[in-house]
């Protein structure tokens, strides 16, 4: 059924037992009292606010199994309470061809219609009345005499709901517990943070004190080159060790000896005098390693090692 509010907007009175409709723009929507459970209270309290902590409490012994939103509003001296299911109404939309971004507001028969006196047809299998101030749906054949169920002077009530289109999925507990797990894993993150951060700080104090102890460059790279150089100094000196220790072991023959060992940037050089065959000192030396460039003339031997 459509009809125009005074915002222009169409209404659809939404009921398991409506036709499908097609929709173009926005348009208000009144729950069925199929859709809804609703109750009338008096309560010790001043604030809606106050009751909204109350309701699921208070449908407890009525609710059937399933995910339930609530709204309360004040009504005289009394609350009109509501329990719902977003699952129930949404899934009735998209059945009846109504999607949830094209609706403008969403409110109950009950605040509508609660003015109302008598009967109204709904359609040819439906009746909606007012009982003890609460709207109802009920079989046509319970009612004799019914006027058409009109909308055109009906103006937007403030009781509007908003349905959550998740709220199917997981409670609100739920959604509570995921926050909580999200919240530790931010402080334990945050806490790794924290510790790295002071580590990295520690690391770079110390940084900093070898660096002034050592007197070292300012950057890594100047370092790293200072270090390469060294190193080659480290190993053509312990290698050079390392020749000499071989040439004074060397078992030279009866007037044989080393009468200079001498090094000049690249060259190790060493001079045996009273040598008459230098082959077996090269040889030795050969099995040593040392592959010597040699020069033998007036019984002395010149050899030559380029480090």
Do not use: C
Not at 1 to 22: A, C, G, H, R
Not at 149 to 173: A, E, W
């Amino acid at each position: 059924m459509f009809t125009k509010f005074k915002n222009s907007y169409k209404t659809i009175f939404l009921d398991p037992f409506m036709e499908s409709v097609q929709v173009e723009g926005k348009v208000n929507i009144v729950l069925s009292p199929s859709l809804y459970w609703v109750k009338k209270i008096s309560l010790p309290v001043k604030y809606v606010r106050e009751v909204k902590k109350l309701l699921p409490s208070l449908f407890e012994d009525i609710l059937p199994a399933g995910h339930y939103s609530y709204y309360a509003y004040k009504e005289g001296d009394e609350y009109m309470v509501f329990a719902y299911e977003d699952k129930i109404i949404l899934e009735l939309m998209a059945e009846k061809g109504i999607s949830p971004s094209g609706v403008a507001s969403i409110s109950f028969a009950q605040s509508e219609f609660s003015s109302l006196e008598g009967a109204y047809t709904i359609d040819d299998k439906q009746i909606l009345m007012i009982k003890d101030g609460i709207v109802i749906v009920v079989p046509s054949y319970w009612v004799k005499e019914a006027v058409p169920l009109l909308l055109d002077n009906l103006k937007p009530y403030k009781h509007t709901i908003v349905l959550q289109q998740f709220n199917h999925i997981l409670k609100k507990s739920g959604f509570y517990k995921i926050g909580f797990v999200l919240l530790f894993l931010i402080i334990i993150i945050f806490g790794e943070w924290l510790i790295t951060r002071n580590k990295a700080t520690h690391i770079a104090d110390q940084r900093s004190l070898i660096f002034t102890k050592y007197d070292l460059k300012p950057t890594m790279m100047q370092n790293r080159a200072i270090n390469t150089e060294l190193r080659k100094v480290y190993e053509k000196q312990t290698k050079l060790r390392e020749y000499i220790g071989i040439f004074l072991k060397l078992h030279l023959a009866k007037g044989e000896k080393i009468s200079y060992i001498g090094f000049d940037s690249k060259v190790l050089s060493v001079i045996i005098k009273g040598v008459t065959d230098s082959k077996k000192i090269v040889q030795a030396l050969q099995r040593k390693g040392i592959y010597p460039q040699t020069r033998l003339k007036n019984s002395v031997l010149t050899l030559e090692i380029t480090l």
